[in-house]
């Protein structure tokens, strides 16, 4: 089991930045790959970015290439999403996710059975 708490949402305007941090605790594995994903009101949950829990790779979604970083801390058994430059399109509920141990990085939400309970982020224009 693995259990997933995030933190560090808010409210703010575009263009700022805001940090999301997802506090990791029980089983996991090298190959286990950590996701961000998000979910604005009325639409399909997608996915933002993902790294593995070694933290040997990455991927982000097109949408977000360039202005979000994904991250791992160690020392505090963290997985963090530095999100800058944001859009009032981003305004979303940010979820924090874990898979198994995978090959890849998975992009679908169904790949990861682990959630946490989201933390809203709302970008005003």
């Known amino acids: 089991q693995v259990h997933l708490v995030e933190s560090g949402g808010g409210s703010v305007q575009a263009g700022d930045s805001l940090r999301l941090s997802c506090a990791v605790s029980?089983?996991?594995?090298?190959?286990?790959?950590m996701g961000w994903f998000r979910q604005a009101p009325g639409k399909e949950r997608e996915f933002v970015a993902a790294?593995?829990?070694?933290?040997?790779?990455?991927f982000y979604a097109d949408s977000v290439k360039g202005r979000f970083t994904i991250s791992r801390d160690y020392a505090k058994n963290t997985v963090n999403l530095q999100m800058n430059n944001l859009e009032p399109e981003e305004t979303a509920v940010y979820y924090c996710?874990?898979?198994?141990?995978?090959?890849?990085?998975?992009?679908?939400?169904?790949?990861?059975?682990?959630w946490g309970q989201g933390t809203q982020v709302t970008v005003s224009s």
């Open positions: 996710a874990a898979s198994g141990p995978r090959l890849g990085l998975p992009l679908s939400q169904y790949e990861y059975p682990y």
């Open positions: 029980g089983r996991t594995f090298s190959r286990d790959a």
């Open positions: 790294i593995r829990w070694s933290g040997d790779s990455t």
